[in-house]
């Protein structure tokens, strides 16, 4: 059986150090932040970019984009999203 969305991204919050939420809710800035650095897309932690920014970043860095622009990433990770940045985070282990 294929994962859910919800397990997808609770696959991903733990491999980056977060903890899995019980309800169904998207990345936190600080999540998308943990996820930035665990691809290895530098951010300034002190300041933190705009999740379309951090959301175009992390799917850049895994070859999911061309470029980091954030018009390419104005809304939340689709499912196919979810599932390359799970894959790219278990190649990492």
Same mark, same amino acid.
Request: charged share 35%; hydrophobic share 35%; aromatic share 6%.
């Given at each position: 059986?294929?994962?859910?969305?919800?397990? *997808? !991204?609770?696959? $991903?919050?733990?491999?980056?150090? !977060?903890?899995?939420?019980?309800? @169904?809710? %998207?990345?936190?800035?600080?999540? +998308?932040?943990?996820?930035?650095? &665990?691809? %290895?897309?530098? $951010?300034?932690?002190?300041? *933190?970019? @705009?999740?379309?920014?951090?959301?175009? %970043? $992390? +799917?850049?860095? $895994? %070859?999911? *984009?061309?470029?980091?622009?954030?018009?390419? &990433?104005?809304? @939340?990770? !689709?499912?196919?999203?979810?599932? &390359?940045?799970?894959?790219?985070?278990?190649?990492?282990?």
């Amino acid at each position: 059986m294929s994962p859910t969305v919800d397990d *997808l !991204r609770n696959e $991903i919050r733990t491999a980056v150090g !977060r903890y899995e939420r019980v309800e @169904s809710t %998207g990345f936190t800035k600080e999540a +998308l932040a943990a996820i930035c650095e &665990a691809v %290895g897309y530098d $951010i300034d932690a002190n300041r *933190l970019p @705009s999740k379309s920014q951090m959301r175009a %970043g $992390i +799917l850049w860095r $895994i %070859g999911e *984009l061309d470029d980091d622009d954030p018009e390419d &990433a104005p809304r @939340s990770f !689709r499912k196919a999203d979810l599932e &390359a940045i799970a894959e790219a985070l278990r190649d990492q282990e």
